[in-house]
């Protein structure tokens, strides 16, 4: 199965500030990955599929880029919604996997 | 507006079968296939099967193969996964997740299952 690894677990910033994210895999994936935000007790929600195209409703702010092997989750500038955790999946084959996720903190 | 709502906490003891209840609501139930994910405390989110809700026919991962059973029922709009033999290490939110194009794009709330003797 393919191995997705997140980089960096942890991510310590300010809001206002630029957050990227990364998601590598284990075999080429083509476009084929997805981002999601998780909030404690909630469920995850999709931000980002086709590595870059963003989900219904989902603010400019967050952009996703990548082909291949490496794919990054960037958000330009923090609003206090946006501490959470971030997960990215692949459905390039069976079984669909995620990532091990990168949680997004207040400095 | 498109709902994915889920069935509520369950306590199972080892051994036992636990059937979990997903319901659509808001679009053509049909349409779309249904996913399910579990979260167990600390690791990451593990995809065990879907199915598609059109025809029923289901594919699971090798990991659940012999333990999950996912169906569903048009006329109610439901989607059903049932995990049998439960051990602790089954402890976890359950989460089933509508299929847009094979990405996963509205999540029901996720059910506690909680595996005790």
């Known amino acids: 199965e393919i191995v997705l690894t997140q980089s960096p677990a942890t991510l310590s910033l300010s809001p206002g500030e630029r957050a990227t994210l990364s998601c590598r895999a284990s075999q080429s994936i083509s476009n084929y990955l997805a981002w999601f935000q998780q909030k404690p007790g909630q469920a995850p929600r999709l931000l980002i599929y086709d590595a870059s195209n963003r989900a219904t409703g989902i603010p400019a702010r967050f952009s996703g880029s990548g082909s291949g092997t490496d794919f990054t989750l960037t958000i330009s500038s923090l609003e206090p919604e946006d501490f959470a955790v971030y997960y990215c999946?692949?459905?390039?084959?069976?079984?669909?996997?995620f990532g091990g996720g990168t949680k997004v903190e207040i400095k | 507006q498109v709902q994915v709502v889920q069935s509520g906490a369950e306590v199972k003891k080892p051994g036992a079968s636990v059937k979990v209840s997903c319901k659509g609501s808001g679009y053509i139930f049909t349409n779309h296939a249904m996913h399910w994910v579990r979260q167990a405390p600390g690791q990451r989110l593990e995809w065990m099967g879907w199915?598609?809700?059109?025809?029923?026919?289901?594919q699971y991962s090798q990991k659940f193969q012999d333990r999950v059973t996912i169906t569903r029922d048009t006329s109610a709009t439901t989607v059903y996964m049932e995990l049998s033999k439960v051990r602790s290490e089954d402890t976890a939110v359950y989460y089933c997740?509508?299929?847009?194009?094979?990405?996963?794009?509205?999540w029901g709330q996720g059910t506690l299952v909680t595996v005790s003797s």
């Open positions: 999946q692949q459905r390039s084959s069976w079984p669909l996997t």
């Open positions: 199915i598609n809700t059109g025809t029923g026919k289901t």
């Open positions: 997740a509508r299929d847009r194009s094979q990405w996963l794009d509205t």
